[in-house]
């Protein structure tokens, strides 16, 4: 009796695998979006106040990374967080509506549109001149001061704060 039994689960088991290996073999298995991280990407505006357009477009290549996007879900996920100049922007940009758009054409056009016109000197200035706005918190302080710094020593800062970053920093305090 029990012998039966051992033997019906064996049948049992052996079609189970059968049927496993031929769900595997119909081909590489599918891989899938993961589209959670398109709430990690800020909305841009393309105005001066808000983050550099190499912070967002970063962003947005981060985030394609770790969900396995296509270059074109790049494209699509872009295009839903522009705003402002930049929503406008890209409506007036023929080349950028087109189909076959490639994420280093719509990268390059971006780039070139909303790169920074101000001078070194300039932003340094505007980093040793910083004082934190009545309303602004001290972190959102810190990151203004530090996009000060990008802009004025593109080469000493790298994309994460350093200790020379830190080091330039407080040298201006």
């Given at each position: 009796?029990?012998?039966?039994?051992?033997r019906?689960?064996?049948?049992?088991?052996?079609?189970?695998?059968?049927?496993?290996?031929?769900?595997?073999?119909?081909?590489?298995?599918?891989?899938?979006?993961d589209?959670?991280?398109?709430?990690?990407?800020?909305?841009w505006?393309?105005?001066?106040?808000?983050?550099?357009?190499?912070?967002?477009?970063?962003?947005?290549?981060?985030?394609?990374?770790?969900?396995?996007?296509e270059?074109?879900?790049?494209?699509?996920?872009?295009?839903?967080?522009?705003?402002?100049?930049?929503?406008?922007?890209?409506?007036?940009?023929?080349?950028?509506?087109?189909?076959?758009?490639?994420?280093?054409?719509?990268?390059?056009?971006?780039?070139?549109?909303?790169?920074?016109?101000?001078?070194?000197?300039?932003?340094?200035?505007?980093?040793?001149?910083?004082?934190?706005?009545?309303?602004?918190?001290?972190?959102?302080?810190?990151?203004?001061?530090?996009?000060?710094?990008?802009?004025?020593?593109?080469?000493?800062?790298?994309?994460?704060?350093?200790v020379?970053?830190?080091?330039?920093?407080?040298?201006?305090?």
């Open positions: 009796m029990a012998e039966a039994r051992l019906a689960e064996l049948e049992e088991s052996k079609s189970e695998i059968q049927r496993l290996k031929e769900s595997l073999s119909g081909g590489p298995p599918t891989v899938h979006k589209l959670s991280s398109v709430s990690l990407i800020p909305k505006s393309g105005l001066d106040s808000g983050v550099p357009i190499e912070e967002f477009l970063t962003s947005i290549e981060g985030a394609a990374y770790i969900g396995m996007w270059e074109s879900d790049q494209i699509r996920i872009a295009v839903l967080k522009l705003s402002n100049a930049a929503g406008l922007f890209h409506n007036g940009c023929p080349e950028l509506l087109e189909k076959n758009v490639t994420w280093q054409m719509f990268n390059n056009a971006f780039s070139q549109r909303f790169k920074d016109t101000h001078t070194d000197p300039l932003n340094f200035m505007r980093l040793q001149t910083a004082r934190q706005k009545k309303n602004e918190s001290p972190q959102q302080f810190a990151g203004r001061c530090l996009r000060y710094l990008r802009k004025s020593c593109v080469k000493l800062v790298t994309r994460w704060p350093s020379s970053t830190a080091k330039t920093l407080n040298e201006c305090y």
